[in-house]
């Protein structure tokens, strides 16, 4: 008997960049793994997230609009890091002393 596979995106990695990475790629290459309510209900669960259920149907799609509002942030964030780091790279080097 094959063992199920889990579609939800989990990474591993830090519950905000896991928020993120609920909807990825663009234009024919698109995912969004909160667009049907149940796969969003399944991801909360699995990161141990709780919702109100007062909130009814209303949870997914403020998810997705708070992950959609986070996401270009922390792209933002990953960008500045990565022109920081091309910056430092490109510094120039001191040199040690004659025959270190």
Known sequence: MQAAVDPLPRLGEPLP???ANMGCGAGDDAAD???LPE???RWLDAV???VVDD???RAVPRLQSLRDAVR???LA???AHRARQAAYDRRPRERG???A
């Open 55 to 57: 909130a009814g149907s």
């Open 77 to 79: 964030v990953i960008d």
């Open 72 to 74: 270009p942030v922390l």
């Open 39 to 41: 796969v969003g209900r």
């Open 97 to 99: 002393p004659v025959g």
């Open 48 to 50: 141990q997230l709780p």
């Open 17 to 19: 960049l896991e928020f």
């Open 33 to 35: 793994f909160l667009a």
